[in-house]
């Protein structure tokens, strides 16, 4: 079999990791192969990354540099690897949320971020080169106001998730606008209904992709 690349994007309290776990749960029932990661992280390295940028002050050009650095070790030490071996690569953010986040929450220049994923995202192996994309990008997109309703009292939150609700909706409008720019690769998930309805959805936009049964 190929190999997968699903990502799951969203502001916190959308519901991503339910689904994600649910999703891993499904595909492994069919006998295929899932790793399961995240953005930033996924790599030891990465891992380090990820804990300066959701903690550490810094400039917005310095955080970008720093999640496209920990993208590049986590593309070459993981998922390349792991989509070379035919397996399903289920994703916790990817590039989107770097323009979501960077782009429309801290307001740093996209035509230098578009810059980075060419770099960053490039694979070799292909003629022309090509730019590494999930094959499907699921959107979890929720009014940012239910989000900090939900995520209340949860737990003591990195810089981001203290962002004021003004902030997740220039997010929630970077990420709408990256969906206008690739909508064959992203589906959108209205995040605000119920669990359940919600887990029907993305078994629904699953099943028309014919990759679940």
Not at 54 to 68: G, H, I, K, S, W
Not at 140 to 159: H, M, S, V
Request: hydrophobic content about 45%; glycine content about 6%; aromatic content about 8%.
């Amino acid at each position: 079999m190929s190999g997968l690349f699903i990502s799951f994007e969203g502001i916190d309290g959308a519901g991503k990791s339910t689904h994600i776990e649910a999703l891993a749960r499904v595909f492994r029932d069919q006998r295929r192969t899932v790793t399961l990661t995240r953005e930033p992280g996924g790599t030891p390295l990465a891992e380090k990354l990820r804990t300066l940028v959701l903690n550490d002050a810094m400039d917005a050009m310095t955080e970008a540099l720093l999640v496209f650095a920990a993208r590049r070790d986590h593309l070459t030490q993981l998922i390349e690897p792991a989509l070379a071996r035919g397996e399903v690569v289920l994703c916790d953010r990817f590039t989107d949320a770097t323009f979501a986040y960077q782009g429309g929450g801290r307001g740093f220049d996209p035509l230098v971020l578009q810059v980075l994923e060419g770099w960053v995202q490039a694979i070799p192996s292909s003629s022309p080169v090509a730019i590494r994309q999930p094959d499907l990008t699921l959107w979890f997109d929720l009014d940012p106001a239910i989000a900090a309703e939900r995520l209340a009292g949860a737990r003591l939150p990195d810089k981001f998730e203290a962002q004021p609700v003004e902030f997740f909706r220039r997010v929630a409008a970077a990420y709408a606008k990256r969906m206008a720019e690739a909508p064959l690769r992203f589906a959108r998930i209205d995040a605000a209904r119920g669990r359940a309805a919600v887990w029907q959805e993305v078994q629904a936009v699953m099943k028309r992709r014919r990759w679940l049964q």
